[in-house]
């Protein structure tokens, strides 16, 4: 069997060197600034992720969530714990809340203009999952999981996800919003909103595995 993969290992290799290398016809094109002219957004990765390459980002998006889905059928049948330690000495609270407070709105920052510098839903969510988590560790489990089912924080990540599955749909079958003005807050059609609703998605989804994860395994 081994030959086998030899032989398609090679001629993997030998139609590389034989198929013409398409990007020498591109002259002086530069790639990044074709990127940006499509996307109408001057973050141009932001630009790949969310519209290049938006059918990878669909799957990247519904693999966390199938992630999280794993993660309360892994615990689902653990038994919670009845007593769960926590930060208990003052400066470690207030270092660890003002901590949550920069990273909240480094996180809204990062969703609200991460199509225009550095940033994007995802960095986004990231942010806002370690200010939960931050928060977490100096809050009591039971008022955390209160907030979590007020808020209705599994109801939302689904229709954010659901949301963000249609217009990228919508998106992949050439329906676009308008450009607006290259550099502006409300430019790049629909790219904005699939940040957002990525951002959203993320916080949501590590609050859930955070929540999960006190229930049954405790913070430390």
């Given at each position: 069997m081994k030959w086998v993969y030899?032989?398609?290992?090679?001629?993997?290799?030998?139609?590389l060197l034989i198929i013409p290398n398409s990007l020498k016809d591109l002259g002086d094109v530069s790639v990044v600034a074709s990127i940006?002219?499509?996307?109408?957004i001057?973050?141009?990765?932001?630009?790949?992720?969310?519209?290049?390459?938006?059918?990878?980002?669909i799957f990247e998006v519904v693999v966390f969530t199938i992630a999280i889905m794993g993660?309360?059928?892994l615990l689902a049948d653990k038994k919670p714990l009845s007593v769960i330690s926590q930060l208990q000495d003052q400066p470690s609270i207030v270092l660890a809340r003002l901590g949550a407070t920069i990273s909240a709105l480094v996180g809204i920052e990062l969703a609200i203009r991460g199509h225009l510098s550095p940033g994007g839903g995802f960095a986004a969510g990231v942010a806002g999952g370690t200010?939960?988590?931050?928060?977490?560790i100096t809050s009591s489990p039971r008022w955390m999981r209160w907030i979590y089912k007020?808020?209705?924080a599994?109801?939302?990540e689904k229709v954010s996800v659901l949301v963000f599955i249609f217009l990228a749909v919508i998106t992949l079958s050439g329906f676009e919003l308008p450009h607006g003005e290259l550099g502006t807050l409300f430019s790049g059609g629909v790219i904005p909103l699939l940040n957002l609703l990525v951002a959203i998605k993320v916080t949501l989804g590590s609050w859930s595995v955070i929540v999960?994860?006190?229930?049954?395994?405790?913070?430390f």
């Open positions: 030899i032989a398609a290992g090679i001629a993997f290799y030998c139609i940006v002219k499509d996307s109408g001057p973050n141009a990765v932001t630009g790949i992720i969310l519209r290049n390459r938006l059918y990878d980002t993660a309360r059928y200010a939960i988590g931050l928060v977490a007020r808020w209705k599994t109801i939302l999960l994860f006190i229930h049954y395994r405790g913070l």
